[in-house]
């Protein structure tokens, strides 16, 4: 899609795959995986080409519909509710286009969607933070037929006309915020999808985990090292062991994950969280077992963690759970 929207705005095709490895027949195919340094690649040619530019971004973000995810956009559609259509979306946020990390956090009467592009390249974050802005809001607006009202929107972008924005968020939004969020009445949360099928969603988010296993079998080192994570919960293994698994130095993983925009830590907390609640969830669990499993000395810290993931603590978390189910 984004090599269709750059030659559209007169930037050649070659000019937007040069050094990317992709060749032009590949586009087409259905079964073609172009991973993440690749469409990087084809981001940063289109903004050497055009300019890193939000307004570019913003009206790229309007061209991902939900129909353009696979499975993981079905998953959402028959979600029962927003609030799990955001935490399935949430967990299985690597099988998006997505660059800038996405978080839910509660705040009295307000939700608030954070969008943190601290990850992001600087030759490339203002576009890619507008355009996966964007796309989320497009999402928002398939999944209820209609935008739903932001209380406020606040953008780690400089200065800037605001009617592109308002034409998408339905406001104006603050400019040079430390970080970007959405708020919006925490109510909207538990609104009922027009499009909800428990059956469906529940098949399409086991298709989520079977496609996100296999791509965390694939590739870079960060993969490895997921999979790994993932292989042995309850025995995570420290940066200098996991170096030694992997049979490099720790110096060499840590400066090869940082090649790749990421930290043993950073790896550690998404496989943690991403196990505290599928544990939470099943509901067979304690939350002491589960602490312990994810390799907690205290369940005090376990707390902690998750608090820091998810905004909230766990006993919380499950509670809410248990509502909606």
């Known amino acids: 899609m984004q090599v269709a929207f750059a030659e559209e705005r007169g930037l050649p095709v070659a000019a937007c795959l040069r050094g990317s490895g992709i060749h032009p027949g590949m586009l087409g195919q259905a079964d073609c995986t172009i991973d993440a340094d690749q ?19 913003l009206a790229m973000g309007q061209r991902y519909h939900l129909s353009s995810y696979g499975v993981w956009g079905f998953a959402l559609l028959s979600s029962p509710t927003f609030r799990q259509a955001v935490e399935l979306g949430l967990r299985y946020l690597d099988l998006t286009f997505a660059f800038v ?48 009202p932001l209380s406020s929107l606040a953008m780690r972008l400089p ?35 027009p499009q909800a099928n428990p059956v469906t969603a529940r098949l399409c988010e086991e298709q989520c985990h079977q496609l996100l296993v296999q791509r965390y079998r694939k590739g870079s080192v960060a993969a490895r090292v997921r999979r790994r994570l993932l292989q042995q919960p309850g025995r995570f293994p420290d940066m200098e062991a996991m170096a030694e698994e992997l049979t490099i130095t720790s110096r060499t993983l840590r400066r090869q994950l940082a ?22 969830l099943l509901g067979i669990l304690s939350l002491a077992e589960i602490s312990e499993r994810l390799g907690f000395s ?12 998810t905004g909230q603590p766990p006993g919380r978390f499950r509670h809410q759970l248990r509502e909606q189910h």
């Open 39 to 57: 469409e990087l690649t084809v981001v940063r040619n289109l903004c050497r080409g055009l300019g890193n530019e939000a307004e570019l971004g």
């Open 101 to 148: 990390d996405i978080s839910l956090q509660q705040d009295g009467d307000d939700a608030m969607l954070i969008l943190d592009d601290s990850g992001v390249p600087d030759d490339v974050r203002e576009y890619l933070l507008a355009r996966d802005a964007s796309a989320v809001m497009m999402i928002q607006e398939e999944l209820f037929a209609g935008r739903i």
């Open 159 to 193: 200065p800037r006309p605001v009617a592109p924005f308002e034409a998408i968020f339905g406001l104006a939004p603050q400019f040079d915020s430390c970080r970007s969020r959405a708020r919006f009445a925490v109510g909207l949360l538990d609104m009922p999808l």
């Open 259 to 280: 090649a790749e925009g990421t930290s043993y830590r950073v790896l550690l907390d998404e496989v943690r969280r991403m196990l505290a609640e599928q544990w939470l």
């Open 298 to 309: 205290e369940i005090a810290n376990f707390n902690h963690a998750f608090r820091r993931w």
